[in-house]
């Protein structure tokens, strides 16, 4: 049973800079991609970045620039530096597993958020 924790959210102003991160149990981390989704009050969750089990990376256009996926393989943790932060990136994060090759379709292994705040 794959077992997903968030971690590192918190109040942050404008333009400030926050990292997120997310540890994965289970020894199927390495072998599949990750992603950042993050759902904001009335809104549907969205995508916002990926990164594939060989490395590779994508993400939504309203972040592109300012966040930046990792992942630490030997720790079976990935991360999600969040820099230039603004209002319209509150919302709850939450991470997730996926096969390589269906990227944009999560498993069901949702676990409890990470609550991310930017307000002056």
């Known amino acids: 049973q794959v077992q997903l924790v968030e971690s590192g959210g918190g109040l942050v102003q404008p333009g400030g800079s926050l990292r997120l991160s997310c540890a994965a149990s289970g020894s199927i981390f390495s072998r599949n991609a990750m992603g950042w989704y993050r759902q904001a009050p009335g809104k549907q969750r969205e995508l916002v970045a990926t990164?594939?089990?060989?490395?590779?990376?994508n993400y939504a256009d309203s972040v592109k620039g300012r966040f930046t996926i990792s992942r630490d393989n030997a720790k079976n943790t990935v991360y999600l530096q969040m820099n230039s932060l603004k209002p319209e990136d509150t919302a709850v994060y939450y991470c997730?597993?996926?096969?390589?090759?269906?990227?944009?379709?999560?498993?069901?292994?949702w676990g409890q958020g990470t609550q991310v705040t930017v307000s002056s």
């Open positions: 990164i594939t089990s060989g490395g590779s990376t």
């Open positions: 997730n597993l996926a096969d390589d090759t269906r990227i944009t379709t999560p498993f069901d292994y």
